[in-house]
């Protein structure tokens, strides 16, 4: 009973802590009451690795965090789709970096793009992007044990997230979603996207039909 009253508790803090993490728009309904279409980009990646690489190495590690949160963020809305109705639809990574490559835009110069020329570029109503900031490849899995001695040694952390929605008629910022990693986020980035996304679920805005439910919130 006790143990089950510990996980309870912790849920909720981790729930409400995620609430306090998101930011969303007072002119969102006003923006997106047209969306039909977002488009999921390559994540902007630091990597602050222990170990000493090159720096072609280090670009090609941080190119590669940034992809897998992209397809992670694809494969959680498609799974989430299937038991719940978004009011809107995402388009097939696969599409989205096809046409950025047609337009020379590589994940070395898209950050030189604005949201609405990424949006006009691949003709979507607004843009997911974010930042990823990591001292580990989290693609590659880490470990998940729990250590007293690791919190102490500052080595449960992993780093930072923010996951952000733009809109692509105006640039603005609509949603943005920040939160800290470390060994409770999972042990690689689908369950990193997976356990992140679904503490704010109550809160991503295109998880709701209609905009009045959402303020009830």
Do not use: C
Request: glycine share 6%; proline share 2%.
């Amino acid at each position: 009973m006790k143990n089950i009253l510990i996980i309870i508790f912790t849920l909720s803090f981790l729930g409400a802590s995620a609430q306090k993490n998101i930011y969303e728009s007072e002119k969102f309904d006003e923006l997106s009451q047209n969306h039909s279409n977002l488009a999921i980009i390559p994540f902007l990646t630091n990597l602050e690795l222990k170990d000493e690489i090159s720096s072609e190495e280090l670009k090609d590690l941080e190119e590669k965090e940034g992809y897998a949160v992209q397809d992670a963020l694809e494969t959680y809305f498609s799974k989430r789709k299937k038991k719940k109705k978004f009011s809107v639809e995402f388009q097939n990574i696969k599409n989205t970096n096809a046409i950025l490559k047609q337009n020379g835009i590589s994940y070395d110069n898209i950050d030189v793009y604005s949201v609405k020329e990424l949006a006009q570029i691949l003709e979507v109503d607004g843009i997911i992007s974010g930042t990823l900031d990591l001292n580990v490849l989290l693609s590659k899995g880490v470990p998940t044990e729990f250590s007293l001695l690791d919190y102490i040694n500052g080595d449960a952390n992993y780093g930072r997230i923010g996951v952000k929605i733009s809109d692509g008629i105006t640039g603005k910022l609509l949603w943005k979603y920040e939160k800290q990693i470390n060994k409770k986020s999972g042990k690689n980035t689908t369950d990193l996207i997976d356990l992140m996304m679904k503490l704010a679920s109550r809160k991503f805005p295109y998880d709701r039909e209609r905009p009045r439910d959402r303020k009830k919130d």
